[in-house]
């Protein structure tokens, strides 16, 4: 019987360095991950990548942070090839890279909606494709969305626009890696407290938010909290393996599909 726990795997994160992306490395190594290597985008972020490798190595698991901007084919190929050098083989590919625009759709640009298409649809696309090539046979792939997709809202026409089509790589990949074993799934968080959520919020949309979703009185925020997603995303490149080709929105009440 294949073993679907996380003890002696190697896991990669887009996205790693910081918030969930930092959150979820080094509770994967303290659950057992052998080695955790993480991207990280820009020079802006290489302090947050060095303190989640030195959390991740305090586990007693290895640990790589490897820079690159993720809006082309060649730079993924390359994040893959590197990370797989590092640990010998890939088991777990996490995508959390992300980006956001709330803007009404008759003042986006050009630039900004190709910018957009760039980081949550295209590099989307290219993680999943290096992916299927680079895991291990019982892997599992799991990549960020929002709950947006299930949202009948404005402003918000280019960020859930572009994450939209993971929903069908999602699936698309489910049914061509299913012989290898590779489950993969996407999880679309509510609005969460990062720092990647408020600078498009004004004061009165994130006091909505905070009171948006069914359990918002229950949550220490209001908002969807890092740690209430982590769990799930472990669960999903672990035990939860079953599941695969979906979307799941995880958000405590805000949006259904």
Not at 153 to 158: E, I, V
Not at 188 to 203: I, L, V
Not at 214 to 224: C, D, H, M, N, R
Request: aromatic residues 8%.
């Amino acid at each position: 019987m294949t073993d679907h726990s996380l003890q002696g795997k190697t896991v990669l994160i887009a996205g790693g360095a910081k918030n969930l992306g930092g959150l979820l490395a080094t509770d994967l190594a303290r659950h057992g991950a052998k080695a955790v290597a993480i991207h990280y985008n820009s020079a802006a972020t290489k302090a947050d990548a060095d303190k989640t490798v030195a959390e991740i190595k305090a586990t007693g698991a290895k640990a790589f942070a490897f820079q690159a901007d993720l809006t082309t084919a060649a730079a993924m190929e390359q994040l893959f090839a590197d990370a797989k050098a590092a640990m010998g083989s890939i088991d777990i590919a996490v995508n959390t890279v992300g980006k956001v625009l709330k803007k009404p759709m008759t003042e986006i640009s050009e630039a900004e909606f190709d910018q957009m298409s760039a980081v949550n649809s295209k590099s989307a696309f290219f993680f999943i494709k290096e992916a299927g090539k680079a895991l291990s046979d019982n892997g599992k792939i799991c990549t960020l969305v929002t709950s947006l997709l299930g949202a009948y809202t404005p402003f918000y026409s280019s960020y859930a626009g572009t994450k939209a089509p993971v929903e069908h790589y999602t699936r698309a990949a489910s049914k061509e890696l299913g012989d290898r074993g590779i489950s993969v799934t996407a999880i679309g968080p509510g609005p969460m407290d990062t720092p990647f959520f408020y600078p498009a919020e004004g004061a009165d949309a994130v006091a909505y938010h905070k009171t948006a979703a069914a359990l918002s009185p229950s949550s220490k925020t209001g908002l969807t909290d890092i740690e209430d997603i982590v769990p799930w995303i472990r669960f999903l490149v672990s035990d939860g393996w079953w599941m695969t080709g979906q979307t799941i929105l995880v958000n405590g009440g805000y949006t259904t599909k």
